[in-house]
T-cell receptor, first 110, second 111 residues
Framework: AQRVTQPEKLLSVFKGAPVELKCNYSYSGSPELFWYVQYSRQRLQLLLRHISRESIKGFTADLNKGETSFHLKKPFAQEEDSAMYYC????????????FGPGTRLSVLP | DVKVTQSSRYLVKRTGEKVFLECVQDMDHENMFWYRQDPGLGLRLIYFSYDVKMKEKGDIPEGYSVSREKKERFSLILESASTNQTSMYLCASMGGTYEQYFGPGTRLTVT
């Protein structure tokens, strides 16, 4: 069964510190992996996806198939990064569910 | 600019009432989703639809039904609302890129 875990409910870091939000998944096959972000009072939106391999707002995420992980990283956290972050997985066939993790709330302290 | 809209931002209903939540997208997407979002549980999929009149159960369909009569519109129905359905409900649509576009959400309170 598809499953996404995010072990940290809350992660607090100081401004300028590195940040890593962990995501592990289980899926039989090659899934699409995503990170979605929800800033305060805004709608949920895509932050990045593994196939694009791009950096968005300084965040990167590498898919590690051996460890079935897709951790989100940023070398220097900013206060505006404070938000709720969800890791998500999708299969490739229509009719396959999207599965979201439980989310990690990132708080960047001044 | 892509748009997913939901009929209400806030709703308060009584136990036993029938509740309709509507979602409209203007991107001509085939796939639409309904989730509920609860603290500590993340987003849980209620139902999704991959075409007009087609629907599939998600992880927590009990107590809910859906309707998709037109491509742009996907409705979530609570036949008889209960207090444990108090939650934030999110609608999303998705095209061929597998990116989901979310609506602003409807916060439903059942008293």
């Amino acid at each position: 069964a598809q499953r996404v875990t995010q072990p940290e409910k809350l992660l607090s870091v100081f401004k300028g510190a590195p940040v890593e939000l962990k995501c592990n998944y289980s899926y039989s096959g090659s899934p699409e992996l995503f990170w979605y972000v929800q800033y305060s009072r805004q709608r949920l939106q895509l932050l990045l996806r593994h196939i694009s391999r791009e950096s968005i707002k300084g965040f990167t995420a590498d898919l590690n198939k051996g460890e079935t992980s897709f951790h989100l990283k940023k070398p220097f956290a900013q206060e505006e990064d404070s938000a709720m972050y969800y890791c998500a997985l999708s299969g490739h066939s229509y009719g396959q569910n999207f599965v979201f993790g439980p989310g990690t709330r990132l708080s960047v302290l001044p | 600019d892509v748009k997913v809209t939901q009929s209400s931002r806030y709703l308060v209903k009584r136990t036993g009432e029938k509740v309709f939540l509507e979602c409209v997208q203007d991107m001509d997407h085939e796939n639409m989703f309904w989730y509920r979002q609860d603290p500590g549980l993340g987003l849980r999929l209620i139902y999704f639809s991959y075409d007009v009149k087609m629907k599939e159960k998600g992880d927590i369909p009990e107590g809910y039904s859906v309707s998709r009569e037109k491509k742009e519109r996907f409705s979530l129905i609570l036949e008889s609302a209960s207090t444990n359905q108090t939650s934030m409900y999110l609608c999303a649509s998705m095209g061929g890129t597998y990116e989901q576009y979310f609506g602003p959400g409807t916060r439903l309170t059942v008293t």
